[in-house]
């Protein structure tokens, strides 16, 4: 598993209701496992975890809806985060 995906796995898994065997591509907001008060927890511990800003212009289910949106959100922050320097 890819460290960033076990990273947010971890997350999720100690702060939310989710299932041993969330599938990457499941829904967190339409399954219920977080609401808008968790998508703040969410954005919160991603910015103190992975060091980036969450702009709120990216505060985007295609960014933070399932675990595969995170990951490669996540991926893309580190890399522009890299590639400025």
Excluded: C, H
């Excluded at 995906?5 to 939310?16: C, D, G, N, P």
């Excluded at 008060?37 to 990216?58: A, C, R």
């Amino acid at each position: 598993m890819d460290p960033i995906e076990s990273r947010i796995r971890t997350f999720l898994q100690e702060q939310f209701p989710v299932p041993e065997q969330l599938p990457a591509a499941e829904s967190l907001l339409d399954s219920g496992i977080i609401d808008s008060i968790g998508v703040l927890t969410l954005v919160t511990w991603l910015e103190q975890e992975f060091g980036f800003l969450v702009e709120d212009d990216e505060v985007l289910p295609e960014n933070l809806d399932s675990v595969a949106n995170l990951v490669a959100y996540v991926g893309t922050k580190l890399d522009a985060a890299a590639a400025a320097g």
